[in-house]
C-alpha cells in the first residue's frame, strides 16, 4: 500500500480524535466519544507498523512490542485499580509521563538529525524538549501533593521568585544555545534547566489551584505533541497535539472561572505569592461537638436538608453510606437535595461522579447557582468532608488564597453539621470561620463512620 | 526544489493553524460536571505521541537512542492506554443514569 492511503488512515484518526473530544463535551455522547478516541489511537497505533519503514517491518520491531505490551502492562492495572479518590493524581502521573515521551522523542530524533537538523527543526526541538520536561516534573509534583506525599499547600523559599525568574532566563538562554550551537551538551543542559523550572513552578500553586495547573500542564503536553509532530513530519501528531493543546488551554479558562481565580494569577503564583502570616498556633477557641444522636434528632426534625459532599466523602468512600442517609431522610419526608460545588473534591467534576456511583439521583445534585438561594429556607446543612467550599473566608478575607472563589452560602441556612475528621484546616489551609458559629455542630470522625451512626441514630428514633 | 518544501511547510502551519480552531470550538461549552473526564480524554488523546515514538525507534541508530526511544514508547503506551481506561471507568459512573430515574417514574 502506499504512503498517501496511510495518509488517509491517519487522517481518520485524526477525524476520530475531532470526535472524540466533541463527544466528551456532553454527557450523553461522553463515553463513546471516549471510545471513538480510543479506536482513532489504536488505528495510528496499528498503521505505524506498516509505513515507518516503507512497507518493511520495523527495525527493533520485537523490542517495540514488548514495550509497548510493557507499557499496557503498567498503565492498565493502574487504570482499573485507582480509587476514585485518587483518579486527579493519576490523570496528573498520565500526562506527566506523555510529556515526557513528547521530550524523549524530540530528544532522539535530534541526536540522530545531527548537524542535518534544519533550524525550524531545532527549534521545535527545543520547544518539546522544554515544555515536555516542565509537564513531566511538573505533574509529578501535582502528583506528590495530590497523594499527600508533600505539603498541599504553597511551598514559598526564600528569593524564591528571583530564583524562579533565574531559572526561567537560564532555560530560554539554554535554549538559544542549542539552536546556536548544536550538539548534545547544550540540549542536556536545557532539558535538565526544564525539569527544574517544572518543579519550581508548581512548588507554590496552593492546593485548590492544582487541578488548574494539572489542565494546563495537559494542554503543554498538547503542544509538545504537536512539536515533535513537525519534527517527524507526521500530519497526525500536529492534529491531535494542537487539539488537545487548543482545547485544553480553553478547559483550564473553563475551570479557572468555575473556581473564580484569574488564570494569570494562578499561572504566576510563583512571581506573586507572598509568605502568608500564618497562624502557627491550632485555634483555642470553643466549637460546638455534637454526638450522631445530636445529629440524627436535627436531621429527622428538619423540612428540608442540603448535604454538601467533599473531599472527606471521597477519602472515606462514604458515597453509599450518604445515600442510604439520604434515602432513609426522604422516606421520612425529608427533602433532601446535595449541593454540589463545582471543584468540590480535588477536581471540577469529582463529587458528580463519585455519588453517581452511588446511584444518586441525578436531579437531586443540585449546582451552586440553584441551590445557593436555596440555603436560606434550608433547615440543616449537611457538610460531609468539605471545607474550602463553604469558608466564608472567600468572601470576606481579601488575600487569603481562596478569596474570590465563588462558595455555597450554607451560613444562610438554620444548622449546620459539619462531618470532620479534625479541626485541621482544608487542602487550601485557612481557618474556616464558620466552624466557630453559634448554629454550628462538629462531629468528628472519619465521614463513612459518622455517617453509619447517624443513619443508626436516625432508625433509631 | 525551495518552493516544494515550502508548501509543505504552509500545509502544516494550515493543519496546525485549523486544529487550533477546532480544539476551541469543540469545548467551548462544557458543563463543570464534565470537566474531569474531557481533561483525562484529552489526556489519553495526546498518548498519540506513541505513534512518534515508534517511528523514531525504528529509525535509532545508536544504543542511546535506541534506549531512550523504547523509553518515549513505554511512556506513550501507559499514558494513552491507560489515559482511556481512565476515562472511561468515570463515564461508566454517569451511564444511564438520569435515563434509569425517569423510566421508573413513567412506570408508576
Known amino acids: ?461 | 526544489m525551495a518552493s516544494e518544501l515550502m508548501s509543505n511547510e504552509i500545509a502544516l502551519l494550515a493543519i496546525f493553524l485549523l486544529s487550533v480552531f477546532v480544539g476551541f470550538e469543540v469545548v467551548s461549552k462544557v458543563s463543570t460536571t464534565l470537566h474531569t473526564p474531557l481533561m483525562s480524554g484529552a489526556n489519553a488523546i495526546h498518548g498519540v505521541i506513541l505513534v512518534g515514538a515508534i517511528v523514531v525507534a525504528d529509525h535509532a541508530e545508536t544504543n542511546l537512542e535506541l534506549g531512550l526511544a523504547l523509553a518515549a514508547v513505554i511512556l506513550a503506551t501507559i499514558n494513552m492506554v491507560g489515559g482511556f481506561v481512565v476515562t472511561d471507568r468515570m463515564l461508566q459512573m454517569f451511564k444511564g443514569k438520569p435515563k434509569v430515574k425517569k423510566d421508573a417514574g413513567d412506570n408508576k
Open chain 1, 1 to 461: 500500500m502506499s504512503r498517501n492511503l496511510y495518509d488517509l488512515i491517519g487522517l481518520a484518526a485524526g477525524i476520530c480524535f475531532i470526535l472524540a473530544l466533541k463527544g466528551l463535551s456532553s454527557p450523553k455522547s461522553a463515553r463513546r466519544g471516549n471510545l471513538i478516541g480510543a479506536v482513532g489511537a489504536t488505528i495510528a497505533t496499528i498503521i505505524v507498523f506498516f509505513y515507518a519503514n516503507d512497507g518493511k517491518a520495523l527495525n527493533n520491531q520485537t523490542l517495540i512490542l514488548a514495550a509497548i505490551a510493557f507499557g499496557v502492562l503498567v498503565g492498565v492495572p493502574a487504570a482499573r485499580k485507582v480509587q476514585m479518590t485518587q483518579m486527579p493524581q493519576l490523570v496528573a502521573l498520565f500526562n506527566g509521563v506523555g510529556g515526557g515521551a513528547a521530550a524523549l522523542v524530540a530528544i532522539v530524533e535530534y541526536l540522530k538529525l545531527g548537524d542535518g537538523a534544519t533550524t525550524a527543526e531545532v527549534v521545535a526541538t527545543v520547544f518539546t524538549v522544554i515544555v515536555g520536561c516542565v509537564s513531566f516534573s511538573g505533574s509529578i509534583i501535582t502528583f506528590m501533593k495530590l497523594q499527600e506525599l508533600m505539603t498541599t499547600r504553597p511551598v514559598i523559599f526564600p528569593f524564591g521568585r528571583q530564583v524562579i525568574a533565574l531559572t526561567l532566563v537560564g532555560v530560554l538562554a539554554s535554549g538559544g544555545w542549542v539552536i546556536s550551537s548544536g550538539g548534545s551538551t547544550p540540549l542536556l543542559v536545557n532539558g535538565l534547566l526544564s525539569l527544574l523550572f517544572g518543579v519550581l513552578f508548581v512548588l507554590p500553586v496552593g492546593g485548590a489551584d492544582v487541578p488548574i495547573v494539572i489542565s494546563l500542564l495537559n494542554a503543554f503536553t498538547g503542544l509538545t505533541v504537536a512539536a515533535s509532530g513537525y519534527v517527524l513530519q507526521t500530519t497526525l501528531l500536529i492534529v491531535a497535539g494542537t487539539l488537545v493543546g487548543a482545547s485544553g488551554t480553553i478547559l483550564t479558562r473553563l475551570m479557572a472561572e468555575a473556581m473564580g481565580r484569574s488564570l494569570f494569577g494562578t499561572l504566576f503564583g510563583a512571581f506573586t505569592a507572598k509568605a502568608q502570616a500564618s497562624t502557627g498556633a491550632v485555634d483555642a477557641r470553643p466549637v460546638k461537638s455534637g454526638s450522631a444522636d445530636d445529629v440524627a434528632i436535627l436531621l429527622n426534625y428538619a423540612q428540608r436538608v442540603v448535604i454538601v459532599p467533599g473531599f472527606g466523602l471521597a477519602v472515606a468512600q462514604a458515597q453509599h453510606t450518604v445515600r442510604e442517609l439520604a434515602d432513609l431522610l426522604a422516606s421520612k419526608g425529608v427533602e433532601v437535595a446535595y449541593g454540589i460545588h463545582p471543584v468540590a473534591g480535588r477536581m471540577p467534576g469529582h463529587m458528580n461522579v463519585l455519588l453517581a456511583e452511588a446511584n444518586v439521583p441525578y436531579e437531586q445534585l443540585v449546582e451552586m447557582e440553584e441551590i445557593n438561594p436555596t440555603f436560606p429556607q434550608t433547615d440543616v446543612v449537611l457538610v460531609v468532608g468539605a471545607n474550602d467550599v463553604v469558608n466564608p473566608a472567600a468572601k470576606t478575607t481579601p488575600g487569603c488564597p481562596i478569596y474570590g472563589m465563588p462558595i455555597l452560602d450554607v451560613a444562610l441556612a438554620g444548622n449546620v453539621i459539619f462531618l470532620k475528621r479534625s479541626m485541621r484546616p482544608g487542602f487550601a489551609g485557612i481557618e474556616n470561620e464558620l466552624l466557630y458559629e453559634a448554629k454550628t455542630t462538629l462531629l468528628f470522625g472519619d465521614a463513612k463512620d459518622s455517617l453509619t451512626k447517624v443513619v443508626s441514630a436516625l432508625k433509631a428514633l
